[in-house]
């Protein structure tokens, strides 16, 4: 077991329905640790920066538009082996795929509007983490 950081983003469909805190619950639940945490409102410019990996594919737009119409909240998870256990905690991308329990099985509203992103990598995590937070607001 590796202990590693991850990024968290609590999506605007779950901002707009209040959920953001039992989806911490939920990620404090099963053992990873919020060290750093914000709400904001992304430009469409941060948000084509941030999904930049997804520029070529169909959905790219309407990703960006999604992630700037409301506020999110862009935090930063520790724990064992955070990346894989986030993402489990998370679920399929398609709600109707994912696992009970899962947060996206019982918040997701469809597949864009999926209440939540994380990592899918510890190379990714640590470049999506530095997008979002210096190393001054992280505390571990």
């Known amino acids: 077991m590796t202990l590693q950081q991850t990024l968290s983003i609590i999506k605007p469909d779950a901002t707009r329905r209040n959920l953001s805190g039992k989806i911490n619950a939920k990620i ?70 994912a696992a009970e329990g899962t947060i996206r099985k019982e918040f997701a509203e469809s597949i864009e509007a999926n209440s939540v992103h994380g990592s899918d990598s510890p190379e990714n995590a640590a470049t999506e983490i530095s997008f979002f937070f210096s190393t001054l607001e992280i505390a571990g």
């Open 28 to 97: 404090e639940d099963a053992g990873l640790r919020i060290i750093a945490q914000k709400r904001l409102c992304l430009t469409k410019e941060q948000a084509q920066k941030f999904y930049a990996v997804h520029a070529e594919r169909s959905f790219f737009n309407d990703l960006c538009d999604y992630m700037i119409s409301g506020p999110v909240i862009a935090q930063v998870l520790e724990g064992e082996d955070a990346v894989v256990r986030y993402r489990e905690i998370m679920g399929a991308t398609n709600p109707a795929n």
